[in-house]
T-cell receptor, first 110, second 111 residues
Framework: QQQVKQSPQSLIVQKGGISIINCAYENTAFDYFPWYQQFPGKGPALLIAIRPDVSEKKEGRFTISFNKSAKQFSLHIMDSQPGDSATYFCAASSFQKLVFGTGTRLLVSP | DAGITQSPRHKVTETGTPVTLRCHQTENHRYMYWYRQDPGHGLRLIHYSYGVKDTDKGEVSDGYSVSRSKTEDFLLTLESATSSQTSVYFC??????????FGPGTRLTVL
């Protein structure tokens, strides 16, 4: 069973547009929600993370929105650029163990 | 990938043979993890360690064992490799058990 459900599986966005990736979870013990970015042939790299005591966190063009009551969180990429083309994973952590979503392949067209 | 190395980076082996993958860190982090990445499944935790000689199972631990005799090294062993273990294996480290830093990965093919 997938503890963290991620959608969409793939996404095509025009340059300058907004990319939105959504995740949902069931386990209320999760206390840390990071997003990872992965380029082909590389390991995932931490992009941005949030804890459940805040509803939004912004770092540059990347924003996490967190809805604790709905058990959902999302990644927004503003002004998407071709260099943002990568696979994005949401994740959730409890007791020092991180559980990942299945990933979203983002393609930003020039 | 700074501070984390994995070896080998690529390996092809035959069904039934034992395989050991090595993760080495220079960050002196307490927590170390082994994940496997497969299309459609994301990253799944195999085993993790919260200190020297302290390890525990993840969600897909069957067929795998681990050892950590030193802070800097975390070994993943496939006792008898099967084709279902063909995957990309990532090691990760963390100082707090929260944010993980991933290594470059090992691509394993079991024929």
């Amino acid at each position: 069973q997938q503890q963290v459900k991620q959608s969409p599986q793939s996404l095509i966005v025009q340059k300058g547009g907004i990319s939105i990736i959504n995740c949902a979870y069931e386990n209320t013990a999760f206390d840390y929600f990071p997003w990872y970015q992965q380029f082909p042939g590389k390991g995932p790299a931490l992009l941005i993370a949030i804890r459940p005591d805040v509803s939004e966190k912004k770092e540059g063009r990347f924003t996490i929105s967190f809805n604790k009551s709905a058990k959902q969180f999302s990644l927004h990429i503003m002004d998407s650029q071709p260099g943002d083309s990568a696979t994005y994973f949401c994740a959730a952590s409890s007791f020092q163990k991180l559980v990942f979503g299945t990933g979203t392949r983002l393609l930003v067209s020039p | 990938d700074a501070g984390i190395t994995q070896s080998p980076r690529h390996k092809v082996t035959e069904t039934g043979t034992p395989v050991t993958l090595r993760c080495h860190q220079t960050e002196n982090h307490r927590y170390m993890y082994w994940y496997r990445q497969d299309p459609g499944h994301g990253l799944r935790l195999i085993h993790y360690s919260y200190g020297v000689k302290d390890t525990d199972k993840g969600e897909v631990s069957d067929g795998y064992s681990v050892s950590r005799s030193k802070t800097e090294d975390f070994l993943l062993t496939l006792e008898s490799a099967t084709s279902s273990q063909t995957s990309v294996y990532f090691c990760a480290i963390s100082s707090t058990g929260g944010a993980l830093n991933f290594g470059p990965g090992t691509r394993l093919t079991v024929l």
